[in-house]
């Protein structure tokens, strides 16, 4: 579950937190960039630290508001699963500190993730130093640059990938009949397009995000097989609107 947006606030997610985990959605992505998200997301794991994994990000230019973004966070969550250099923000410096946290034990994987495919030249370059244990990239059934060479390089190394923005870039806009979706074995776009996504075999974890209760437990069950194979997958993609 993502917290763009959707965690920064001082209202309670509680609720929604809990309704994640409850169905099995246990990987919660967040940032400082995010306002209040990653404040939010502590609160509301409150005596739950331990069924989550934390994907978290150092976000900034200077290394030493780096070092202070990585002491709040160790405060909040203790220590991270996963910790990402967002967007690839100074990352010649916020990876050498996320190579240190990792060092000393507070850090299970490290990563770096791009909000635009402008950026994945950069990132494959980086994940071709070995430094990686882990990519976030955005993909879904209209913005389906990462197939070209992120996934591949990705599934080449053997690292893991995120992806984002799966309700992005107008998929929502598009919203076929229900007879149209029925004979793909959901119930709602939202899950298809979850689904499409998630029967890419490059891809570890789709993160979604909402702070609508029920939504949690809709989007998770698009985290179920069977997959779509390869036909199904371009069936729906043009359903999408995708321009290919
Ligand atoms: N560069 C980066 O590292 C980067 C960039 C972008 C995102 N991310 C991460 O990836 C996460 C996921 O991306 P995203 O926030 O763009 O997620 P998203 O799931 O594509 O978009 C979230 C929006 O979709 C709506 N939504 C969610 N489930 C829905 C459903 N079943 N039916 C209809 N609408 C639904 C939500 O509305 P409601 O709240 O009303 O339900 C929310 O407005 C982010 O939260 C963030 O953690 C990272």
Redesign the pocket.
Known sequence: M?????FDTAEDRTGIVHEALSVGMNLF???PM?GLAEQALAKALKGRRDKAIIAT?IWTGSPSEGREQANRALRLFGRFEIY?V??LVNWPAQLRLLEQLKGEGKVDAIGA???DPSGFDDLCDLMATGRLDMV?V?YNPRRREAERRVLPLAAELGLGVLT?????YGV?DRQPSPDAIRHFGVR?W??AILKWIASDPGVSCV??????PG?PT??AQAGDPPWFDTDQRERLAALAGATG
């Open positions: 993502g917290t763009w947006q959707t992505d967040s940032s995010y990000k990402q967002h967007n993730t791009h909000y976030q955005p984002h923005s799966p309700m992005r929502l709602t939202a899950q993160l979604t995000a909402t702070k609508t939504r809709e989007n």
